[in-house]
């Protein structure tokens, strides 16, 4: 599979197979800011407005090579949870990126795979447990 940081481009857009939602549509943009790599879920994905809960913004310091991504979650009715996920590099390589709470992987993960150069994998694991899991295809550059 390709590097995982050739694939952050773009507009993705797939469905969660499992989310606190249930199944339903995701989309994801990348963006360049500087050095870093911004992740942002976009309001609308073609006619389908994605539900308030569905908002997420990832900030990849330095492109997906950087040790840190900054996270900003939508948790429904419960607001938003943001903070800072260090890379583990002991579980990553060019095609998968694995970040998770420092010193505490148990907690919070998020794994991002690089599938063909037109699909990639997200995954949310919380507590240790598969907490929501997206498969993207590729929707083009903007």
């Known amino acids: 599979?390709?590097?995982i940081r050739s694939l952050m481009h773009g507009l993705w857009s797939g469905t969660a197979h499992k989310s606190p939602l249930g199944k339903?549509?995701?989309?994801?943009?990348?963006?360049?800011?500087?050095t870093d790599i911004?992740?942002?879920?976009?309001?609308?994905?073609?006619?389908?407005?994605?539900?308030?809960?569905?908002?997420?913004?990832f900030r990849f310091n330095n492109g997906a090579t950087g040790e840190r991504v900054l996270y900003?979650?939508?948790m429904g009715k419960q607001g938003v949870l943001d903070g800072e996920l260090q890379l583990?590099?002991?579980?990553?390589?060019?095609?998968?990126?694995?970040?998770?709470?420092?010193?505490?992987?148990?907690?919070?993960?998020l794994h991002w795979e690089a599938v063909t150069a037109a699909q990639m994998k997200f995954q949310v694991w919380m507590d240790g447990r598969l907490?929501?899991?997206?498969?993207?295809?590729?929707d083009g550059d903007p």
Do not use: W
């Open 1 to 3: 599979s390709p590097p």
């Open 38 to 57: 911004v992740g942002e879920t976009p309001p609308a994905l073609g006619d389908d407005v994605l539900p308030p809960g569905a908002y997420q913004l």
């Open 88 to 109: 583990d590099t002991t579980r990553s390589n060019p095609s998968r990126i694995v970040y998770c709470e420092p010193n505490n992987c148990e907690s919070m993960e």
């Open 24 to 34: 339903q549509p995701y989309a994801i943009e990348f963006r360049t800011e500087g």
């Open 131 to 138: 907490h929501a899991e997206m498969t993207l295809d590729f």
């Open 72 to 74: 900003k979650t939508a």
